[in-house]
């Protein structure tokens, strides 16, 4: 399966913006997706996943009430909805994807991955 993130920008802090990935080729099959992220220096870390079927999410806890990750299966389509965005929010954002089931926070378990889009937090 191929992945294109898109949404990234220039925010203040405090405020929000969703962005958006795109799958296309295998998508029959049942994937399930999630956002990675890495800022200036730093690795790349999860930031939130979701199960094929868009029932199961989970979050790491530096986004946690913060992030909102959900997929239209109809459009092939998985948001990453952000706000209360703070400076270190700021990185190169990933979406990937994997069969399996579970969670799976780690970037090894991903099959596919998207060029990133980059988020810039101003404060």
Known sequence: VQLQ??????????????????ASGRTSSNYAMAWFRQGPGKEREFVAGI?????????????KGRFTV??????????LQMSSLKSEDTAVYYCAARTGWGQAPVS?????WGPGTQLTVSS
């Not at 949404?7 to 958006?20: I, M």
């Not at 959900?70 to 948001?79: F, H, M």
């Open 5 to 22: 993130a898109s949404g990234g920008g220039l925010v203040q802090a405090g405020g929000s913006l969703t962005l958006s990935c795109v």
């Open 51 to 63: 199960s094929w079927s868009g029932g199961s999410t989970y979050y790491a806890d530096s986004v």
């Open 70 to 79: 959900s997929r239209d299966s109809a459009k092939n389509t998985v948001y």
């Open 108 to 112: 090894i378990s991903y099959d596919s």
